[in-house]
């Protein structure tokens, strides 16, 4: 924790050097903007320029945003607990306590299939390092890389990023938590060492409240390295926060600046699809390279003006994708108002299946159907793990000792499932 806060103060030194540039930034949007709207009989802009000028208007300045610590003051108790959730530990500084592999001798090796290769993870002077090694001694080569940033809470695993510069890679070996043990990262080969493998803006849009891009592109893996947040912050789901914060240290009166009139977000107050699209924005899937840059959505905006989500596949994966799978399900079709929020409450850790399984005793009395009667007791403490079973995913899957075993999944198609369906 300690960590994630120096990283935080650090952004927070650099911002006050952005906000300036920032409102020099936004005195020319402003510039630019407004004189179209109030000469309507101007010369009609080309097609290309009016979708920019369009674009432009999606877009907020950084400066607008204030960070976790900001609402800290006035909403302590959502800070306090929401620090514990995963969604605040899905990146971190990498540190002794937050990777969650062991470096220590005896527990630091990773063997591969390929006879020739091992990797071999090791602390020294405060950092971790990863290394490839080949051969047999004496004729061994290394090939070795910092493990600098952590990708997951660590509920089913972690991945591992290393700088080269200001390049931003993935780490071929993460670590599993339901097997304690090193492993090839999803989507790498067993046997093989790849350490090319770039982080593109989309991967750390769904894992951190925000990344600088050097060269705002769909497939660039170079960023500003001092301006980064790990974790996803309340403004990621609320929106934008200077505004609010001025307004309620202020006092209502004070709705001078252009950012006091744009209040916080609440999602409980949107429209269904709006509300749904903040969580979509990570829970709907990858998509396709993005309408705007990584990290301009702003939430109560549509979000398909920011990130591209339409994919043709009807094969909806249990790999991200809550959203599509709980409209296949009957409780969401016949219920008017069931949100992600029915069951999660995203400010606090998320509670075990016993006490998840009273949400849905909310809407349903257990009727004594053959299979229920024969689970007595215990049927009310899990509801989920027979209507809402971790499945296989068909497009995340793990190379382990050259066998390729699919990563595991809850679905959110709540139904009726056969034994065998569930294994
Ligand atoms: C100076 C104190 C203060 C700070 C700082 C502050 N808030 Fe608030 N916030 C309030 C108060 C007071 C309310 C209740 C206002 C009301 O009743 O409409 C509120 C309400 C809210 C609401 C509900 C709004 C609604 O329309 O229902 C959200 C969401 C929220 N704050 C989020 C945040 C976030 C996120 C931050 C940090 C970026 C933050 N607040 C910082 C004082 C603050
Ligand atoms: C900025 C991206 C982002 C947004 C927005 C987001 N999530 Fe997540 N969510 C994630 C990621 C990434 C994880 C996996 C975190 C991990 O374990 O490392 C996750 C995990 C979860 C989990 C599992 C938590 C656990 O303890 O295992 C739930 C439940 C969840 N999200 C619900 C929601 C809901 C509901 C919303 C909307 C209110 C939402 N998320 C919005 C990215 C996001
Ligand atoms: C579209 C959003 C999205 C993108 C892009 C994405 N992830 Fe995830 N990731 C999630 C969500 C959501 C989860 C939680 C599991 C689930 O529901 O699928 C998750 C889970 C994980 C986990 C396991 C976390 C845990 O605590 O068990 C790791 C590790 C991970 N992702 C790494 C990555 C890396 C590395 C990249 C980029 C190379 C990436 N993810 C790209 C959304 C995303
Ligand atoms: C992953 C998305 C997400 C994140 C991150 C998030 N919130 Fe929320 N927040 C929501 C949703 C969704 C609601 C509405 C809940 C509902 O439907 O009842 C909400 C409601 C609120 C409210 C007003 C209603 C209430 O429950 O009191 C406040 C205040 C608030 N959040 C503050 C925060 C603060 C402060 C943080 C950061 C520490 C934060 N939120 C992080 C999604 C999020
Ligand atoms: C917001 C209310 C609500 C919640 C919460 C809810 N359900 Fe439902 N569920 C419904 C409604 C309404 C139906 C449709 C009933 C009907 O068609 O008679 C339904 C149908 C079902 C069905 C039958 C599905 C089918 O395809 O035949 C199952 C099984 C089910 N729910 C299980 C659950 C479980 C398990 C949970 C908790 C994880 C849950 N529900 C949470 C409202 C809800
Ligand atoms: C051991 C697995 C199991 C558990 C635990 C379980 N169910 Fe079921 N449930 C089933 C099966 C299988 C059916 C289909 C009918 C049957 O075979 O008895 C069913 C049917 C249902 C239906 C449809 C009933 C109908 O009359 O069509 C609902 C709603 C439901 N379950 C909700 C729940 C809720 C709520 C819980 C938790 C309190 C729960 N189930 C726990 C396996 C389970
Ligand atoms: C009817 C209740 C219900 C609703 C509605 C619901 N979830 Fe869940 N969700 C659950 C349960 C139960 C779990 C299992 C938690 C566990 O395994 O500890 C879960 C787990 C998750 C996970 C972790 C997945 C994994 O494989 O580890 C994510 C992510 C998630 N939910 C996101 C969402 C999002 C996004 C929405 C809205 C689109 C949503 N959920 C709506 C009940 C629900």
Redesign the pocket.
Known sequence: MYSLRQANSRFRELRRVLVLAASVGSALLVFTVLPRAQTPSAKAPSAASARNTAKKALLVPRSEYVGDQACERCHGDKVESYEKTAHHLTSQLASKSTILGTVGPGENIMRTSNPDLYFRMEAKDGRFYQSAVWGTPPNEKTRTHSLDLVIGSG??GQSYLYWNDDQLFGLPVGYSTLMHRWINGPGYVDGTAEFDRGIIPRCLECHAAYFESKFPSADSNVYDTTNFVLGISCERCHGPGRGHVEMEDRGTAAKTTRAARRPIVNPAKLSSPRR?EI?GQC?GGHGAPEALPAFSYVPGQPLGNYINLSDSSKDVD?H?Q??KL?MRSK??QASLD???S???DIHKA?P??SA??Q??LGCHRVEMTATHSKVGSALASNC?DCH?P?LPSKVVSLDIDGKQIPA???T?W?RIYSEEERR
């Open positions: 509920g089913q749904a969580c829970h249990v991200g809550q959203g709980l409780c969401f069931m949100t992600c029915t069951c999660h998320e075990d299946l998840l399984s949400r849905c989920v809402m971790m595991r999944f809850r959110h709540i």
